[in-house]
């Protein structure tokens, strides 16, 4: 099989007599390459190893109280299975932003803050400045 750019000619493609066919995409190391260059399948694949890599280590994340354990813990864990071939990736700003939404979900679950209850609390939030992403992420300093 093979794949063409719009500069291809659309004459059959042969080799030895033997006719190649033509696809729309193909998988090489492990990532969908398609001359649409829709990363949208990679990203989706990515978010689900990165909910699996998640689930691998919940049941610590859990139990460990201290922010800057948690953010190596999600670093050395979480953050690889994100990234993993990402060096191939040419974005679009819409991947840009499904890519950031990812990583402040996962963000907001390392602090141990939903969206829900990042606004409530009767006194003012508690801000964090994320080291890596410079992110600003608020917990409330009581939930009555």
Same mark, same amino acid.
């Given at each position: 099989?093979?794949?063409?750019?719009?500069?291809?000619?659309?004459?059959?493609?042969?080799?030895?007599?033997?006719?190649?066919?033509?696809?729309?995409? +193909?998988? +090489?190391?492990?990532?969908?390459?398609?001359?649409?260059?829709?990363?949208?399948?990679?990203?989706?694949?990515?978010?689900?190893?990165?909910?699996?890599?998640?689930?691998?280590?919940?049941? =610590?994340?859990?139990?460990?109280?201290?922010?800057?354990?948690?953010?190596?813990?999600?670093?050395? =864990?979480?953050?690889?299975?994100? $990234?993993?071939?990402?060096?191939?990736?040419?974005?679009?700003?819409?991947?840009?932003?499904?890519?950031?939404?990812?990583?402040?979900?996962?963000?907001?679950?390392?602090?141990?803050?939903?969206?829900? $209850?990042?606004?409530?609390?009767?006194?003012?939030? $508690?801000?964090?400045?994320?080291?890596?992403?410079?992110?600003?992420?608020? $917990?409330?300093?009581?939930?009555?």
């Amino acid at each position: 099989m093979f794949m063409k750019n719009g500069l291809a000619s659309f004459a059959p493609f042969t080799l030895k007599g033997t006719n190649i066919s033509e696809c729309s995409s +193909y998988v +090489y190391l492990g990532q969908e390459i398609s001359m649409l260059n829709d990363l949208a399948p990679e990203l989706s694949k990515r978010k689900a190893a990165v909910w699996g890599a998640f689930k691998n280590i919940e049941d =610590a994340v859990k139990r460990i109280k201290n922010t800057r354990l948690r953010a190596h813990l999600f670093d050395s =864990a979480v953050l690889p299975a994100l $990234t993993h071939t990402s060096e191939t990736w040419s974005l679009r700003k819409q991947d840009e932003r499904s890519l950031s939404v990812i990583e402040r979900a996962f963000e907001r679950t390392r602090l141990g803050v939903s969206r829900f $209850t990042q606004g409530m609390g009767s006194e003012a939030p $508690t801000c964090v400045n994320d080291q890596k992403s410079k992110m600003p992420f608020c $917990t409330p300093n009581s939930r009555r």
